[in-house]
């Protein structure tokens, strides 16, 4: 029977080809195949191999301010083309991009979660309406995201018609190379995940390089006798495993997330003590979450994305004793539980559920989530949402646009300016101590992630919720609803914006107890709320 080679972290290296597809998966620093990526970027700074590599990858693997995932692999001349779905924690990434150093082709994560699907099973690309009016489309940017790359001649987004209507073309990519993680292999090759906080895509993408031929590299922490692993634990069997690392120094690099080296409430080992979740500080970002929550309806299944919603709600769900009224998922997989914050984004403490990437964008993308509580960069005088290029910097969409394109209601988490914005929250209401640099309200956004007027004849709701205002999307544009306690209308919202919104005849006043400390009693706002609905 065929059985992987057991070779080293720089042996891994001599099997990626220059010019070559490599493709990795993981999600921030989690799953991370620290030992050979740390060995990629030292054989290329030292020999100059391998070299004008195009990299294929899903989702963000990065994390803010540290060296480690896709960051070794962002060197000119390492790098020919990236194919992503998010750079925003890897600054040497994003500075290759925004420099013109690399191409650099942005596609929403779910859909390149689940192209494995269609290039494993030889289909001419996956064909989705998700994307149509944004960025992504091609007649718009094609997901373009420096103008090296609208010079490059290659699309990796068509535009077709089947039936009639209109559908985006997300062409295959043929792999040469795909790079894992697992916890344990045993003598055969057989992978298991056990300790790691995500499932991911992890088998789809085998599936899929061996369409194409690739070679299957699996970073391991050690290797179990046969018969160790149960038949249902073994995520990617061996005799599809072409090599396999045994990590050196698991505590530097094959940490679980980037915070600790391994703790089992996040791999579904053990449970952590109730008290584990911690209370946030009251601060604008609190503000907007617990503001965001009051659109809540009970017994709902809701998506929480990077930002201000991954940072907040999870633990105000917790706090405020929500966990058996909402179902809070995070588009890695997680179901339940209290999710970490962005620099371990994806992973979530005592899950009830921990699915597959892939597998959890068909439930986006397909029945399309309750609510979703989304980050947002930009809104301009037509509803568009920005999330994905600002400036010069493309962190990229990650899920959002996947998530955004079908959920029935869309709450966006925005402070209202930018760039040093100070606020002080009392009974009296909001009090602005400095006013943010930049306006974040603007007549035209740089780059639409989020298409507003696709989103309302489709029937959707969406709310733009800051500390002092709240927006709602209507035929006509965002329509001013609500404004805080302590906020002058014309100086504090008005003068702070590009354009002069709709306002509602019966602007209402923020309710002023989101202002306050300790428990507020969501509950009773969101069964209220299901009252409301049902009159």
């Known amino acids: 029977m065929r059985k992987p080679d057991i070779i080293t972290a720089a042996q891994a290296v001599d099997l990626i080809s220059d010019g070559s597809t490599l493709c990795t998966i993981g999600m921030t620093l989690i799953s991370a195949s620290e030992s050979v990526l740390k060995e990629i970027e030292k054989h290329f700074l030292e020999e100059g191999h ?16 540290m060296p480690g995932g896709m960051t070794h692999l962002a060197h000119e001349g390492l790098l020919k083309r990236v194919i992503g779905g998010h750079w925003g924690q890897s600054a040497k990434m994003m500075d290759l991009i925004a420099g013109n150093k690399i191409e650099a082709f942005n596609l929403p994560q779910g859909q390149m979660a689940n192209m494995f699907h269609s290039m494993a099973l030889k289909e001419p690309g996956k064909l989705s309406k998700v994307g149509i009016g944004t960025y992504i489309d091609p007649r718009l940017e094609g997901g373009k995201m420096n103008q090296k790359t609208k010079d490059c001649g290659y ?34 090759g057989n992978i298991s995940t056990a300790h790691e906080a995500m499932v991911l895509e992890v088998l789809p993408a085998v599936m899929a390089t061996k369409r194409w031929g690739g070679k299957v590299i699996v970073q391991v922490e050690r290797i179990v006798k046969n018969g160790s692993l149960s038949p249902k634990e073994v995520v990617v069997p061996g005799v599809l495993v072409d090599a396999v690392v045994v990590c050196e120094n698991p505590h ?35 503000v907007i979450g617990r503001r965001a929550m009051m659109e809540l309806l009970p017994d709902q299944i809701i998506n929480i994305g990077t930002g201000i919603p991954n940072d907040v709600v999870g633990s105000i769900i917790a706090e405020e004793g929500l966990s058996d009224t909402v179902m809070v998922t995070v588009e890695s997989g997680v179901y339940g539980g209290t999710p970490q914050k962005t620099i371990d984004f994806g992973i979530s ?180 709320n299901n009252q409301e609905e049902q009159v």
Request: some cysteine; hydrophobic content about 35%.
């Open 349 to 528: 403490m005592n899950a009830q559920a921990l699915i597959p990437h892939d597998r959890q964008f068909e439930l986006y993308n397909g029945t399309g989530i309750d609510f979703t509580f989304m980050g947002a960069g930009e809104m301009d005088q037509t509803g568009n949402v920005n999330a994905t290029k600002m400036g010069p910097k493309a962190p990229g969409a990650g899920g959002f646009i996947d998530i955004t394109a079908t959920a029935k209601n869309v709450i966006f988490c925005s402070t209202f300016t930018g760039g040093g914005l100070k606020t002080e929250f009392s009974e009296d209401g909001v009090k602005i101590v400095q006013e943010g640099r930049f306006k974040k309200l603007v007549k035209k956004v740089q780059q639409i992630s989020y298409n507003g007027k696709i989103a309302y004849e489709n029937g959707q709701k969406m709310i733009y919720v800051t500390e002092r205002a709240v927006f709602k999307m209507t035929e006509n544009g965002p329509m001013l609803t609500e404004i805080a306690k302590g906020v002058d209308l014309k100086k504090d919202i008005l003068d702070q914006m590009e354009f002069t919104p709709l306002i509602s005849d019966d602007l209402k006043v923020t309710d002023t107890i989101i202002y306050s400390d300790g428990k507020i009693n969501l509950l009773d706002t969101i069964m209220n």
């Open 155 to 188: 699309d990796e987004v068509g535009l077709v018609t089947v039936d009639g209507e209109e559908y985006l073309q997300y062409k295959p990519v043929p792999i040469d190379t795909l790079l894992i993680r697992g916890t344990f292999a045993d003598e055969n």
């Open 50 to 65: 391998p070299r004008d590599l195009t990299y294929f990858h899903t989702c963000g693997q990065a994390s803010i301010g």
């Open 252 to 286: 530097e690099d094959h940490r679980q997330t980037r915070s600790w080296y391994y703790d089992p409430s996040y791999s579904g080992q053990g449970l952590a003590p109730e008290h584990a979740a911690e209370v946030i500080p009251l601060t604008e970002r609190k």
